[in-house]
């Protein structure tokens, strides 16, 4: 039994007001494996990647428990290509360039042993090739967690809402949840699109924290101020990875435990920000997550006496 990460591994270049690089590993399901391998491990890994992709990253992934017998690698093919630039808040960045490469012919077949998969998480790709992974499942996995970007909504909408309605919980940040819903208030937003068949919905706000909605219930986590944000990108792909990493590892998927489940994932989001790429997130120790999460409690513990 274990959890099986899709999305994309691939080549970033990125600009953010502290520095440039024009070659990093990137992708959501990288962020997204490094980022749950803490909690659990194996992690099955479906993505793919041209023959330009480092042997030496796939080995590291290996070496954290992560089994890439469902990585594709196209030997004559080019590795997905992204490139963003980061305005002076962080919160807005523009994408400058995205090759698809490889990933527009990506057409997932499950190997047999990933078919035990009990926690499903759908990182940011096309909605047919997320439609076609649930599909090929024979057993459906206890939670399946979706996350997707405004460019589905605004290019394969319908397909997107068929996925929507396949998986038990979406992951969208605030402004491509008003987009889906047509609505401004979060609240009226994450009605609608329960609606469209999720139980659970995260509204992710960048720095300033996530939404876990279910049913009439809500739950906040803030995000921690942070002295250094050097480059946010794979933020929303390590939060979606640590939160299902920690659900995973408890197998438990009350609402209850997805708050804890938002915890976590906050947590080792704050972690990416520090450094390029996923680099901080290669190098985390356990001591380091369970201090940082000792944080979040603080920042929101208080005693209060109102008589
Ligand atoms: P995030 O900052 O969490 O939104 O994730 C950024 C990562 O997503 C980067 O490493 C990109 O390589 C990857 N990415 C960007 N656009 C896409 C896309 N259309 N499909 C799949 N992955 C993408």
């Not at 796939?58 to 093919?77: F, I, N, P």
Request: with cysteine; hydrophobic share 45%; proline share 4%.
């Amino acid at each position: 039994m274990s959890l099986m990460i899709v999305g994309s591994m691939a080549f970033d270049a990125l600009e953010t007001p502290f520095g440039k690089v024009d070659c990093i590993i990137g992708g959501s399901a990288t962020y997204a494996a490094w980022a749950a391998s803490n909690f659990t491990q194996p992690i099955k890994q479906v993505s793919i990647v041209g023959g330009d992709f480092p042997q030496e990253e796939m080995d590291a992934l290996t070496a954290r428990g992560v089994d890439m017998e469902g990585v594709e690698v196209v030997k004559d093919g080019k590795s997905f290509f992204w490139s963003g630039r980061y305005h002076m808040d962080m919160n807005t960045r523009d994408t400058l360039v995205t090759e698809l490469n490889v990933l527009g012919q990506f057409n997932p077949q499950l190997p047999d042993s990933f078919q035990d998969c009990e926690f499903l998480m759908l990182g940011n790709l096309a909605p047919a090739v997320q439609i076609s992974v649930i599909n090929q499942l024979k057993n459906r996995p206890k939670l399946i967690i979706m996350d997707t970007m405004n460019f589905w909504m605004e290019i394969a909408l319908d397909e997107l809402k068929q996925a929507i309605g396949m998986v038990d919980l979406l992951m969208v940040n605030d402004s491509e949840a008003r987009q889906l819903s047509g609505e401004y208030s979060l609240v009226k937003a994450a009605a609608k699109i329960q609606a469209m068949g999720p139980k659970f919905l995260i509204i992710k706000k960048g720095e300033h924290g996530a939404l876990l909605f279910h049913g009439k219930q809500v739950f906040f986590a803030p995000a921690l101020p942070l002295e250094e944000v050097f480059d946010p990108t794979g933020a929303g792909d390590t939060f979606a990875g640590g939160f299902i990493g920690h659900v995973a590892s408890t197998k438990d998927i009350s609402y209850e435990n997805m708050k804890a489940g938002i915890i976590v994932g906050s947590a080792l989001a704050s972690f990416c920000v520090e450094k390029f790429g996923p680099n901080r997130l290669k190098e985390l120790t356990m001591q380091e997550i369970e201090t940082r999460i000792n944080e979040f409690v603080d920042l929101v513990d208080f005693d209060i006496n109102i008589k």
